[in-house]
């Protein structure tokens, strides 16, 4: 939870102050490098939030299928490597699709149609044919985005399957208690992802790509300490 409520505050603090500053007056530009660094981090943190959700849906797994060894099983050590991998994961990620992005032609162009620099607003105004640069970004985005789901989906069947074994309704209650709020935060998080960066190029909507991003950008960090407050 320290980590998404990390990744959370980087999110907005990488995009909406800077938002906040184009829309406040007449100035409605951003540097060559604030646009790169935007570009970095928005991809780099939402990589390693794929991740840390996948992490965090396997402590949910433990603790709903073996509570017995929950303990043992996420130890302070293996917990730390999760993270560890969660975030060289996402950093990776941006390291490969931020110069890719970057240094396609644009013949003059300097107009980002968004409210921030991110992927497919910036694929967008290439002037050369894409294809083969949004079939890349295709292929990392379903190791990025779509295998952490699928491991997620998986430890929920699991899950799902256990709670049907348990007898006593006050049990089903705390495995729900355990789970809401993680599911509650994936649903929010990756319904947004995957429409945006599995189609990244000019068949995305540009209208719904600028309000999606300001809904996972804005809406799901302000939703997530809420959801787990009222857990908690």
């Given at each position: 939870?320290?980590?998404?409520?990390?990744?959370?505050l980087?999110?907005?603090s990488?995009?909406?102050?800077?938002?906040l500053?184009?829309l406040?007056?007449?100035?409605?530009?951003?540097?060559y490098?604030?646009?790169?660094?935007?570009?970095f981090?928005?991809?780099?943190?939402?990589g390693?939030?794929?991740?840390?959700l996948a992490?965090?849906?396997?402590?949910?797994?433990?603790?709903?299928?073996?509570?017995?060894h929950?303990?043992?099983?996420?130890?302070?050590?293996l917990c730390?490597g999760?993270?560890?991998?969660?975030?060289g994961?996402?950093?990776?990620?941006?390291?490969?699709m931020?110069?890719v992005?970057?240094h396609?032609p644009?013949c003059?162009?300097?107009?980002?149609?968004?409210y921030?620099?991110?992927?497919?607003?910036l694929i967008r105004?290439a002037c050369?044919?894409t294809?083969a640069?949004?079939g890349t970004v295709?292929?990392?985005?379903v190791?990025?985005?779509?295998s952490?789901l699928?491991?997620?989906?998986?430890?929920?069947g699991?899950?799902?399957r256990?709670?049907l074994?348990?007898?006593?309704s006050?049990?089903?209650?705390?495995?729900?208690?355990?789970?809401g709020?993680h599911l509650?935060?994936?649903?929010?998080f990756?319904?947004n992802?995957i429409?945006?960066?599995?189609q990244?190029?000019?068949s995305?909507?540009?209208?719904?790509?600028?309000?999606?991003t300001l809904l996972?950008n804005?809406?799901t960090?302000?939703?997530?300490?809420?959801?787990?407050?009222f857990?908690?």
């Open positions: 939870l320290t980590h998404l409520s990390f990744l959370d980087s999110f907005t990488s995009s909406i102050p800077q938002l500053y184009n406040s007056g007449h100035d409605k530009t951003i540097s490098t604030g646009c790169a660094i935007q570009l981090l928005f991809l780099g943190l939402g390693v939030e794929c991740l840390l992490v965090m849906a396997y402590d949910r797994f433990v603790a709903v299928c073996n509570p017995l929950y303990l043992v099983i996420m130890n302070p050590h730390m999760l993270v560890l991998v969660a975030w994961g996402g950093v990776a990620n941006s390291l490969a931020s110069p992005t970057l396609l644009r003059g162009h300097h107009t980002v149609d968004h921030l620099c991110e992927m497919p607003a105004m050369v044919n294809t640069i949004e295709f292929v990392l985005a190791v990025i985005v779509l952490p699928v491991f997620i989906l998986v430890s929920y699991y899950i799902i256990a709670v074994h348990i007898q006593s006050s049990g089903r209650q705390k495995a729900f208690n355990t789970c709020s509650t935060v994936v649903s929010l990756y319904g992802i429409y945006m960066y599995m990244p190029g000019n995305s909507s540009q209208n719904q790509g600028k309000f999606l996972y804005i809406v960090p302000l939703l997530n300490p809420i959801i787990y407050s857990r908690n």
